[in-house]
């Protein structure tokens, strides 16, 4: 089932948003060589509960984290746990919580250290692509004209891989809701666009192969030839004025007017 929120409930959803846009910056600037996924995720999770959140994912389905985790050819889903990160790593870190009933979910990847440049450059690629799919998101529009401009922005950059077997979804009293939103496909298709539907957004490419394998720990993904993978994330919903990044501190607008001004010239 499609839900469609009222302007009072998008505004509960923008303070999950919130809490997990903050929950994600400070995971951010506490990567480092030698910090585990552990001590990552206990950090997101004294930030959730003190926001006045809860961690969406803990318990989930019986996941034991409050954050996924997932580290170089790991694309999405890592347990955290003892872990250690190591300069050149690249770590997927995706966060969601619950404040009021309402649910956020974003991720965002991260470098530890230096990484190589191509690594530097399948990350840009893959956080590019999701702004390109919110910018193509019009009340009227359909779900796949996000999915079109996704892979649209990835093909025009490389040879990258787009995983296939996973991808974004609806979201407000759950995590998850329909429609299914993926990350390839034509325009024009799938339920129309219009107010009060919130959608995550979550783009998983790899440097290689889209070919991906599940860990025996049955949570795991990851790429099946082993290359690095990067994993961005933001919930948003459509307003008159357009996107509004509902994870995005600011809710998206540098990002949002920036490609405002560089696609239209
Ligand atoms: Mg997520
Ligand atoms: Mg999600």
């Not at 300069?87 to 965002?108: E, F, K, N």
């Not at 993926?182 to 325009?187: D, S, T, V």
Request: charged share 20%; aromatic share 6%.
């Amino acid at each position: 089932m499609i839900q469609i929120k009222t302007e009072a409930e998008i505004a509960l959803m923008r303070k999950a948003g919130v809490l997990v846009g903050e929950t994600l910056e400070l995971l951010r600037g506490a990567v480092a060589p030698g910090v585990s996924t552990a001590e990552l995720d206990a950090l997101a999770e004294e930030h959730i509960r003190k926001g006045g959140g809860v961690p969406s994912f803990l318990g989930y389905h019986g996941f034991t984290g409050t954050i996924c985790a997932s580290v170089n050819d790991e694309i999405v889903h890592g347990i955290p746990g003892p872990r250690v990160l190591a300069q050149g790593d690249v770590i997927s870190l995706d966060c969601g919580a619950i404040v009021d009933g309402w649910h956020g979910d974003a991720a965002i990847t991260v470098p530890v250290g230096d990484v190589p440049a191509e690594v530097t450059e399948l990350m840009r690629v893959c956080e590019e692509s999701m702004w390109r799919g919110f910018t193509a998101a019009r009340i009227g529009g359909r779900v796949s004209d996000i999915s079109h401009a996704v892979e649209s922005y990835i093909r025009s950059q490389g040879d990258y891989g787009i995983v296939e077997e996973y991808g974004g979804h609806g979201i407000g009293t759950e995590m998850h809701q329909e429609p299914h939103v993926l990350n390839y496909g034509r325009p024009g298709r799938g339920p129309k666009l219009q107010r009060g539907l919130a959608l995550a957004v979550e783009p998983m490419v790899t440097l290689r192969s889209p070919a991906t394998r599940l860990l025996p720990d049955n949570w795991t993904v990851v790429t099946a030839d082993g290359a690095s993978a990067a994993h961005f994330e933001h919930t948003f919903t459509l307003t008159e004025k357009g996107p509004w990044v509902l994870t995005a501190l600011d809710g998206g607008a540098a990002k949002l007017s920036e490609l405002a001004a560089t696609t239209s010239s």
